[in-house]
């Protein structure tokens, strides 16, 4: 199969998430009641992120709205998804999230926080290239970026140790959606998440060896801790010493094993929410096993084996992104943007 480019699919991919982030119901809030009238729907406390079932999953969905319109603006319905972010991004609606996770400390951390600083982070690199509208609302989200990095920096000097699972827990691929984030704010002068990004990412997985990557995947993993944590070591590692990092970590890539990584997971019923995630986790190592390729010279013999499983591992993913119901629309498309992007 010959994958889609992002043009390709865009604009399906952006009418899917439109639609999902401006759905309130069914929806999984999370929210810790503290008296018997508290009890606001979705949209009164996250009026920015109220739709796609939960904060996380509309965070991410708006990520992916915001990567699509400054990538391939001219395959999408623009003046649509653009009145969307328009009006979720405005400065009131943000600073009651912002309340929110100050009032709620701990709530959606890691992986919403993660997302929620790889969306300032592209929409700050949009800024950059000076587009009027998301210099608007970079300034706007930039009280909940500053909530949430301060919430790492409190957080990960007491994080003893990682949490390598293949859900929304796991520690690296929350960290990597931050690091872009990060690096802006230590390059405006203020290099603390930078910091406690890399010294845990040290101490965790600095002398990683034999990972037991044949126990994946778990029956409800849309990651894969492997490749998660060889994504955030890629970025913060010396590049010249990633590719012997990555043969002790996963000493059998160059013979496609083990082979449980390279099998792409079979999702016997997407109307369950739970195994439905197989699917991003297919679309997720199509991402890492590509990523990691593009981290190792051509001629590694690891390059071969690593991108014929990316193609695998998508071929069988994309066609699940949009048709498959409510349990994998609500998100999924962002790890297909994230994969084709």
Excluded at 10 to 20: L, P
Excluded at 247 to 276: E, I, K
Excluded at 298 to 305: E, L, T
């Amino acid at each position: 199969m010959t994958l889609p480019g992002l043009p390709d699919v865009a604009a399906t991919y952006a009418r899917t998430i439109v639609g999902a982030v401006r759905q309130e119901y069914p929806n999984a809030p999370r929210h810790v009641m503290r008296a018997d009238d508290d009890r606001p729907t979705p949209r009164e406390a996250h009026p920015a992120f109220y739709g796609c079932f939960d904060w996380h999953s509309a965070v991410e969905m708006h990520w992916a709205l915001v990567r699509m319109l400054r990538t391939v603006p001219e395959a999408l319905p623009a003046d649509e998804v653009r009145a969307v972010l328009a009006d979720h991004l405005r400065a009131d609606a943000l600073a009651a999230e912002a309340a929110y996770l100050t009032h709620n400390p701990g709530w959606e951390r890691p992986y919403g926080w993660g997302w929620a600083l790889a969306l300032a982070a592209e929409i700050d690199a949009w800024a950059a290239d000076g587009e009027a509208d998301a210099r608007q609302w970079s300034a706007n989200l930039r009280p909940l970026a500053d909530v949430v990095a301060a919430g790492f920096v409190r957080w990960l000097p007491n994080l003893t140790y990682p949490e390598r699972v293949g859900a929304h827990a796991n520690s690296a691929f929350a960290l990597a959606r931050a690091l872009p984030h990060a690096r802006d704010r230590a390059s405006a002068g203020d290099p603390d998440l930078l910091d406690a990004i890399g010294d845990a990412t040290q101490r965790w997985f600095g002398s990683d060896a034999d990972y037991p990557a044949a126990w994946e995947p778990g029956g409800a993993d849309f990651l894969s801790a492997a490749l998660a944590e060889a994504e955030l070591v890629a970025a913060l590692i010396e590049p010249a010493a990633f590719p012997g990092w990555l043969t002790a970590f996963l000493p059998g890539l160059a013979a496609g094993a083990p082979a449980n990584l390279f099998t792409p997971a079979v999702v016997s019923d997407p109307t369950d929410g739970q195994g439905a995630h197989l699917h991003g986790l297919n679309l997720h190592r199509a991402y890492g096993f590509g990523l990691l390729a593009g981290r190792l010279r051509p001629s590694d013999p690891r390059v071969p084996i690593l991108s014929s499983a990316r193609e695998e591992h998508a071929a069988v993913a994309l066609p699940a992104v949009v048709g498959e119901g409510w349990m994998v629309e609500h998100w999924l498309a962002c790890y297909a943007v994230l994969l084709l992007s």
